[in-house]
């Protein structure tokens, strides 16, 4: 693929971290194309053995993503969903059901998908001075790639209504009261500081990574019963790795743990 058309970069920083940029500068603004190559990346990501943590963030320091390509809208306004939001839908959960867990590094404006791309992001570090916010009201819809359900699960519906029901943006320090966002960090340090601690999970026994992601995300809105027999599940896959052996046996020994191996087993994403 030509650079010029590369609108998603990803690039492996070594210590289990990968970085995903959205390469639309200066907005980063996502079009039906960068929607189709991010899921390439996604996918790619997945299967990649020697990755553990992703950082997702965009390119230069006007916006994460400033949200949908409107200039698209006119061609497929007779099926929008068909064409656009059902994609884009399927993408963004990918980023929610990625095996490994995925961090937000938010420098300038998250608005509208973007900030809902983020919002599917397991941790949003987001810099002093950037902008967040669903602002689809002022064009008369709304956010229809995970506003509706990723921001109450966040914010609480009250919260989330107001949040939509007016469009505006919202300073970092007020996104992080309301726990939008995990933490806010001086401009320009969004990435490093999310890189950091990509590094610091990484560190950990993957296999139990792997599990708390899929465990809590799939016990989110379930009966007690049923998130019992997901947490009994995913604790008798876990005791069976060889990472728990591992961990255990350094615990005990009092020593150090022995790096395990990257490759990902399949059973903890059945």
């Known amino acids: 693929m030509e650079e010029r058309t590369k609108l998603i970069k990803v690039e492996a920083l070594g210590a289990g971290v990968s970085l995903l940029t959205l390469n639309n500068p200066p907005l980063n603004i996502n079009s039906i194309e960068m929607t189709r190559q991010l899921a390439e990346a996604l996918g790619a990501l997945d299967a990649d053995p020697a990755t553990r943590v992703v950082v997702v963030t965009g390119a230069g320091t006007r916006a994460f993503c400033a949200g949908s390509d409107v200039k698209e809208f006119p061609a497929i306004s007779d099926d929008f969903v068909g064409k656009k939001l059902r994609r884009e839908n399927e993408v963004f959960d990918m980023v929610e059901e990625l095996s490994q867990p995925v961090i937000a590094a938010i420098e300038g404006v998250a608005l509208g998908g973007g900030c ?10 987001m810099a002093a001075s950037a902008r967040i916010g669903l602002p689809e009201v002022n064009l008369g819809v709304f956010g229809g790639s995970g506003g509706l359900f990723r921001t109450p699960a966040l914010v ?115």
């Open 116 to 125: 809902e791309l983020a919002m599917a992001c397991d941790i949003r570090i």
């Open 156 to 270: 609480g519906a009250s919260r989330a209504k107001e949040l939509m029901f007016l469009g505006e943006l919202i300073p970092a320090d007020e996104a992080e009261r309301i726990g939008l966002v995990s933490h806010v960090v001086p401009d320009g340090e969004a990435v490093p500081r999310a890189v950091a601690m990509a590094e610091r999970i990484a560190a950990k026994p993957f296999e139990a990574i792997k599990a708390i992601k899929l465990g809590v995300r799939q016990c989110t809105g379930v009966s007690r019963a049923d998130a019992l027999k997901i947490n009994f599940q995913l604790t008798d896959h876990v005791f069976r790795s060889d990472d728990c052996r591992e961990a255990v046996s350094a615990f005990l020994e009092k020593r150090a743990q022995r790096s395990s191996d990257r490759s990902k087993s399949e059973s903890s994403n059945d």
